[in-house]
């Protein structure tokens, strides 16, 4: 067990490090990178539609990015798409499931057998109800207290925000 | 509840639908009280309402029962009680805090999440584990918790099912004959059909729009949801890791551009020094990797 603990761990540290050299993004309209997250900070220089960049980290709206001259900025999240792969967007988090993606089996703590599990139109459409395990979901639920103290150890405030007005714009 | 109070309630409505159809055939020249009429149409519709939630709570039982047939929970009580506590923190910023709220991480390696009626919302460890943060959950959960509120499974499954019933009063089966009956896997057939179709692509650009707000409410950052749309925009469909999202849902490149359209109205960027929750959202997703302590590269 204990060696494939460690084969794995540098299964996991190299997968790491690929997924983070990929994570790449492309601009999608001609905008400024910015020297800071906000639409009123300094611009440092113009960036034309399809510039590659790489993504260092989110801010709000913003996206961190690096151009391929080495200059670092801040580009608005909607001016950019990521890089498409065939388990997605691999900045930050993302490259977790690469792992999953791999065939790897078991021991994911999971009620899982082995490999990789679909879930398909075809799932759902044959889906054989299991009632017991609705009642299984009991056992993990939070009271509303658990939920308030959770908030706030994240110093997560509540506030009142109204809904958003659906624009209408061209659809892709 | 025994039998006597069911009879109760389900006679209450009609002696009053009766006494209105009695007022309704009274002669004009006697004057009718239309405030009177009023405030028994209210009494009806307040007499209604609890019968209303319990027909919900048994649709949405049926529903989720039919979902977790398709994948199971996983069994692993951190995970799931985190998903619980940032799921209920959103789903008290709604106007539906008081229902029986159930979240569940279900075992699927394919990206997806989903929401039945009565309160409960699954997301696969696929899309978990595509995620950043606790922001980009609170903003997915949002989403679907926002289904619930609007109740828009509800109206497509009892539609459905009240047509297979062909007239009969769902809610006394429902009450009748509990959970392993003709009604029961009645909705189950009616859930294998909408969850494998998708509702109107209307009411999923409403769920990302108000999504998004319940998850800003909450006090987290506004853009977790677009962040997570920007990954599903970036896996190639040909994977099929995303077969049945695609086959229920607008594009994300559709729902991005809807999106940012409507909280650039909203003006949301105020709120974008909100908490991320990088930290804790990765101390606890990283127990679904065998390896665990390792850090990631970024």
Known sequence: M?????????????????????????????????AAPYSDASNIVPVPASTNVTILSRQGGWYHVRLDSGQDGWLRMTSL???????????????????FGSGRSGATGTTATTGVR?????????????????????????????????????????????????????QP | MNRRDVMKRLMRPLLLAGLLAFCGLTPVSAGIDWNNVFNTLKTVKQAVKPADLHEEEQIGYATAAT??????????????????????????QSERPDLPWHFAVVASDDIDAFAAPGGYVFITRGLLLH??????????????????VM???????????????????????????????????????ATRTLYSRGLDKADEFQADRMGVVLATRAGYDPYGLMAVLQTLESIDPKSG?????????????ARIVLLAAAMQAGHMDQYGNQVEGRERFLQVVKKLVPASGTQPAH
Request: net charge positive; no cysteine; aromatic share 4%.
């Open chain 2, 67 to 92: 979902l977790l047939g398709a994948a199971k929970p996983i069994d692993n009580a951190d995970v799931q009680r985190y998903v619980n506590r940032v799921g209920l923190w959103v789903a008290l």
């Open chain 2, 151 to 189: 109740k828009d499974h509800l109206k497509a499954l009892q539609r459905a099912a009240k047509q297979q019933l062909l007239g009969q009063a769902l809610n006394y089966e429902l009450q009748q004959h509990g959970k392993n009956t003709e009604v029961f896997n009645k909705i189950a057939n």
């Open chain 1, 81 to 99: 798409r990521m890089n498409s792969s065939s388990s997605g967007s691999s900045w930050g988090m993302g490259w977790l499931s690469q792992l």
């Open chain 1, 118 to 170: 679909g879930l398909n139109t075809g799932d759902i459409a044959k889906a054989r109800p299991d009632p017991q395990a609705v009642d299984s979901l009991n056992a993990w639920i939070a009271t509303p207290g658990q939920a308030r103290q959770f908030a706030q150890e994240l110093h997560l405030k509540a506030q009142q925000i109204p809904y958003l007005p659906d624009i209408k714009v061209q």
């Open chain 2, 241 to 253: 890791r995303m077969q049945l999202l695609l086959a229920t849902h607008p594009t994300p490149a």
């Open chain 2, 131 to 148: 995620m950043r943060s606790e922001a980009e959950l609170a903003g997915v959960l949002g989403h679907e918790i926002t289904h619930v």
């Open chain 1, 2 to 34: 204990k060696r494939w603990g460690s084969i794995l761990l540098v299964l996991l540290v190299t997968l790491g490090v690929h997924a983070a050299s990929q994570s790449g993004a492309q601009t999608i309209m001609d905008t400024q990178l910015n």
